[in-house]
């Protein structure tokens, strides 16, 4: 079985900076490309950003250059470091990964439970 857990959310005044994490474990072949979404309440759910296991990144054009998302492969784990935050970003951020599942080597979709990231003074 494959897991995606989130950590490193939590509370912080605007300006203020974060680090996200996603661990993968279990029965992993190989990851592919993998990103972060974010939901705030009454809103639908939005990318935030891509990384595609070359490295190669792709961000939403709002964030305007303040967030950065990395992978280290040797460790199964993806990183979102986010700074000046503001309250708009406030939100859910959910991890996402395409995952070689070495129950039946099929490439499934994974999603982790979320982590609340709250931008308030």
């Known amino acids: 079985q494959v897991q995606l857990v989130e950590s490193g959310g939590g509370l912080v005044q605007p300006g203020g900076s974060l680090r996200l994490s996603c661990a993968a474990s279990?029965?992993?072949?190989?990851?592919?490309?993998m990103a972060w979404y974010r939901q705030a309440p009454g809103k639908q759910r939005e990318l935030v950003a891509h990384i595609w296991s070359s490295g190669a990144t792709h961000y939403a054009d709002s964030l305007q250059g303040r967030f950065t998302i990395s992978r280290d492969n040797a460790k199964s784990t993806m990183y979102l470091q986010m700074n000046s935050l503001k309250p708009e970003d406030t939100a859910g951020y959910y991890c996402n990964a395409d995952i070689l599942d070495r129950r039946d080597y099929k490439y499934r979709e994974f999603w982790g439970q979320g982590t609340q990231v709250t931008v308030s003074s």
């Open positions: 279990g029965s992993i072949g190989s990851i592919g490309g």
